[in-house]
Nanobody, 124 residues
Framework: QVQLVESGGGLVQAGGSLRLSCAASGRTFNNYRMGWFRQAPGKEREFVAT????????YYADSVKGRFTISRDNAKNTVWLQMNSLKPEDTAVYYC?????????????????WGQGTQVTVSS
């Protein structure tokens, strides 16, 4: 069992930055690929970024590539999402998730555990 708690969301102006954190419980954090998803009102949950168990491989959605960076520290059981050059269309609830998938998990149904989400609002 893994429990995930996100923090760091808030209101920011377009062009600004936010850093989301996700703290995981348990001693098996490094067994999981970690990912970030987001869901805007009236839209489906969409993939944002994922990072491998050791942190050496990252993959991003095209919509955030070059602006967002995912990272993790297995000693701290934490994964982060650094978001720069934010746009109003980045407004959503952001979720952290953990996956035991062998393949790179780009779909929500490949994730086993989810956090409660943190709201990010980007004003124009």
């Amino acid at each position: 069992q893994v429990q995930l708690v996100e923090s760091g969301g808030g209101l920011v102006q377009a062009g600004g930055s936010l850093r989301l954190s996700c703290a995981a419980s348990g001693r098996t954090f490094n067994n999981y690929r970690m990912g970030w998803f987001r869901q805007a009102p009236g839209k489906e949950r969409e993939f944002v970024a994922t990072i491998s168990r050791g942190g050496s491989f990252e993959y991003y959605a095209d919509s955030v590539k070059g602006r967002f960076t995912i990272s993790r520290d297995n000693a701290k059981n934490t994964v982060w999402l650094q978001m720069n050059s934010l746009k109003p269309e980045d407004t959503a609830v952001y979720y952290c998730a953990a996956s035991q998938s062998i393949a790179v998990p780009l779909r929500a149904n490949l994730y086993d555990y989810w956090g409660q989400g943190t709201q990010v609002t980007v004003s124009s």
